[in-house]
């Protein structure tokens, strides 16, 4: 075995069917007595519902969080923070909402209960981004990271069916790249297994029926333990185009990681071989990046970048902000390489 660095960030995670209900119960261990309820407009309700619960210790909703955590929508959301005095954060939504929050966090230090209803992951990691005149810049701060996580999953049994199988494959994308990132280890390595097993198997369960409560508590498990081990450990050239393509193109977030997965395995496949072996066992297949193509096309996911909006003529440009500042690769990343791969992923080729 090779020597390692193992750390392991602090929150405290309940979780189980109607976990909600122990929400006031989470929020008074924080010490907190003034907890603004983070949403989107879409989930606006959620926010009302969680007021409710939180009775006199809820300061009041703000529903108004959106994709990429604009710094304008950011400001307000502070401000608001401010005029209510707050002494913590609950969001409840998926990884906009979790943004939301953890852009307050950095602001005030304020500390974040989560809530999260899709499979992002976003609720375990120290990881935050903040949009600014169309240019997303993201970084790392203890400060951000949620003391608390709720999952609770009968809150994911209306997450819409393409959502929640695009959401799980953006999830089982940090474990597949935690499993060959810098900063792997054995005790990561195991957690990754572990979460993309869980996907695999509760993501064909949700998908014949939306509200399979046993298919969403394994889907929100296993995106427990992926957002954990993307937390913990780094990323590589999946992540790196998915940046690059989101980025500059706006392509939607778990769409462009589900096409891109497959490709960015293949690429990988013979420098990780390790890795390869976890992943094949977890989703019990012969072959990792034939396997992930395989489950996407069984469950109707998006196979192309050309199907979400991106144009081949982009592909060359979309090469060259990848060689401008790579990821840490097990494979060296070559413009030829990722050509080759985003030609594949943009026709939605299996690998
Ligand atoms: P999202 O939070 O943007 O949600 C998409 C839509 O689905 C919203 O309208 C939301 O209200 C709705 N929704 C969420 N849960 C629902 C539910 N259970 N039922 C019905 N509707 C529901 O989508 P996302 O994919 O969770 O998050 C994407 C964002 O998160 C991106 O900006 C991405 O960069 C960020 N992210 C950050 C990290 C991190 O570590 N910082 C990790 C992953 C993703």
Redesign the pocket.
Known sequence: MNAFDFESLPARVVFGPHALARLPREVEQLGAKRALVL?????RA?AERIAGLLGERSAGIFPH?????PVEVARCACDEADRLGADCVVAA???????LG?AIALHSSLPILAV???????E??????LTEAGH?K?GRDRR?LPRTVIYDPT??????PM?SV??GF?AIA?AVEALYAEGSNPVTAMMAEEGIRALADGMPAISEHQRDLEGRSDCLYGAWLC?SV??TTGMAVHHKLCHVL?GTWNLP??ETHTIVLPHAVAYNYAAAPEAMKRIERAMRTPNAATGIFDLMKRLNAPLSLQEIGMRCDDLDRAASLVMEAPYYNPRSTTREGILCLLDGAFFGRRP
């Open positions: 949403s989107t407009p879409q989930q959620l969080a959106v994709m990429h955590v939504g998926g990884g906009s909402t979790i943004g953890k999260p209803t899709t499979y992002a992951g976003s375990m990691t120290p990881i935050y981004g997303k993201t951000v809150l994911t049994l209306d997450l819409p959502m695009t959401s953006n940090h957002g993307l937390g989101g977030h778990a």
